[in-house]
C-alpha cells in the first residue's frame, strides 16, 4: 500500500497528463493539474499555468500548497512540438520548443524542490520522448529538449539524490491520442511495423509507469530513463 501523495501534474486538462492525473486519482492520492485552458479530470484541483513563465508557475504551486499541501510529486508533463526540417526551422519554432519542453521543467521542478528539501521527500517524473535518444527528421528542436530532460534529471539525481528525492525520465514512443488517430491509415501502419510490439500504447500504459515511480516500491530508482515504446527504442 503506497502513501497517499499531494501531485501536481503539469498539462493535465488532455492527452497523456490527463491520463496521468486519473490514474493518480484513482490510487488514492491529492491531484492537482495545470491547465492554460479547460479543466482536469474528475476529482482533480486544476490551477492556472503557463510553464514559459516563472511567476506563474509560481503563484499555481502556491494555490496547490494552500488547498492541498506541499507537492510531494511532480509530473513535468507540458509539452509541445513545432515539426519541421532544420533548413526551415525558425529561431522561434526552437526557441519556444525548448522554452515549453525543456525550460517548463526547470521552472516545474525548481519551484517543486523547495517543498521536496524541506520535506526531505520528493518524486520527480519528467515526460521526455522515445525521440529525444532515437532521433527524428523533422524534430531537431524536440528531440533536443527531450534528451535534455535526461541530462537534467541525472544532474537532478545527483544533487538531490541524498535528500530522499529521486529524479526519473520517462520516455513514451508512439501513443494512441488525437495526433496518431489523425494519421492515415498506411502511415500509421508503417509506424506499427517498425515497433517490436506491433501497436501504438493506451495513455494509460504510460500513466500506470508514472505513478509506479511515484511509489514507494520505486524508492531507489532515480536518474533513470524509462522507455514505454513497445521496445521501438531500445539500445538509448
Ligand atoms: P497534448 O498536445 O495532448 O497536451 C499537451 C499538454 O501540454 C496540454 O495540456 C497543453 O496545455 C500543455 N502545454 C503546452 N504548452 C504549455 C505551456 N506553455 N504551459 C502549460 N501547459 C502547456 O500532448 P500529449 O498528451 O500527446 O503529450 C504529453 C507529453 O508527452 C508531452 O511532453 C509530449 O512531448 C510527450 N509525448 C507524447 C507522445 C505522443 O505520442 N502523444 C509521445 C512521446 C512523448 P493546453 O491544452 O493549454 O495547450
Known amino acids: 500500500m503506497t502513501t497517499a501523495r499531494v501531485v ?6 488532455r492527452g497523456i497528463g490527463r491520463s496521468i492525473a486519473e490514474r493518480f486519482v484513482a490510487e488514492g492520492h491529492r491531484v492537482a493539474v495545470t491547465a492554460r485552458s479547460g479543466e482536469g479530470p474528475e476529482g482533480t484541483l486544476t490551477v492556472r499555468a503557463d510553464v514559459t513563465d516563472a511567476a506563474s508557475v509560481d503563484a499555481a504551486f502556491t494555490e496547490v500548497e494552500q488547498q492541498l499541501g506541499p507537492v ?3 509530473v513535468a508533463n507540458a509539452g509541445i512540438t513545432k515539426d519541421t526540417l532544420l533548413m526551415r526551422m525558425s529561431e ?3 526557441d519556444s520548443v525548448v522554452a515549453t519542453n525543456l525550460g517548463g521543467a526547470f521552472r516545474v521542478v525548481k519551484r517543486a524542490s523547495k ?4 520535506a ?3 518524486r520527480v517524473i519528467l515526460i521526455s520522448s522515445v525521440v529525444g535518444l532515437y532521433g527524428s527528421a523533422g524534430q531537431t528542436n524536440y528531440a533536443a529538449s527531450k534528451s535534455g530532460l535526461v541530462g537534467f534529471a541525472r544532474s537532478l539525481t545527483r544533487e538531490l539524490g541524498g535528500r530522499g ?10 501513443i494512441e491520442t488525437e495526433m496518431t488517430a489523425s494519421l492515415p491509415e ?3 501502419a508503417e509506424y506499427k511495423r517498425n515497433i517490436p510490439a506491433g501497436r501504438f500504447a493506451t495513455a494509460d500504459e504510460v500513466a500506470g ?3 509506479w515511480l511515484a511509489s514507494d516500491d520505486a524508492a531507489y530508482i532515480s536518474g533513470a530513463v524509462i522507455p514505454v515504446d513497445g521496445g521501438l527504442g531500445m539500445g538509448h
Open 92 to 94: 522561434d519554432d526552437f
Open 115 to 118: 517543498g521536496m528539501l524541506r
Open 120 to 122: 526531505r521527500w520528493g
Open 165 to 174: 528525492i529521486t529524479t526519473n525520465v520517462v520516455a513514451p514512443g508512439f
Open 209 to 211: 509507469v508514472v505513478t
Open 186 to 188: 498506411a502511415t500509421q
Open 72 to 74: 510531494e510529486v511532480v
Open 8 to 13: 501536481l501534474v503539469t498539462g493535465g486538462n
